[in-house]
């Protein structure tokens, strides 16, 4: 099984920054690859940025350029450094994990970002 705990959310106006961070534990396959999904009031949840334990990086169009995902593979953890925000990346943001091969999704509790124009 694998546990992943976020933190960093809150509210911020326009044009600020927040960082958020995703500590996960438990089955180290099932944390090859890391990331972060955005769901903003009465939508899907969609993509946000993925990180593989290899470094290879995927981002949402919507966020290149604001948006930086790391980790940290002694820890486990994966970053979001969130720039330049703006009022439709409201929303709560989830920490997602998935093995090399697929399958299974494991999700974190979510955390809430709220910009303010």
């Known amino acids: 099984q694998v546990q992943l705990v976020e933190s960093g959310g809150g509210l911020v106006q326009a044009g600020g920054s927040l960082r958020l961070s995703c500590a996960g534990s438990g089955n180290t396959f099932m944390l090859y690859q890391m990331g972060w999904f955005h769901q903003a009031p009465g939508k899907r949840r969609e993509l946000v940025a993925t990180?593989?334990?290899?470094?290879?990086?995927v981002y949402a169009d919507s966020v290149k350029g604001r948006f930086t995902i790391s980790r940290d593979g002694a820890k486990n953890t994966v970053y979001l450094q969130m720039n330049s925000l703006k009022p439709e990346d409201t929303g709560v943001y989830y920490c997602?994990?998935?093995?090399?091969?697929?399958?299974?999704?494991?999700w974190g509790q979510g955390t809430q970002v709220t910009v303010s124009s």
């Open positions: 990180i593989s334990a290899v470094g290879s990086i």
């Open positions: 997602n994990s998935r093995s090399q091969l697929g399958g299974r999704d494991f």
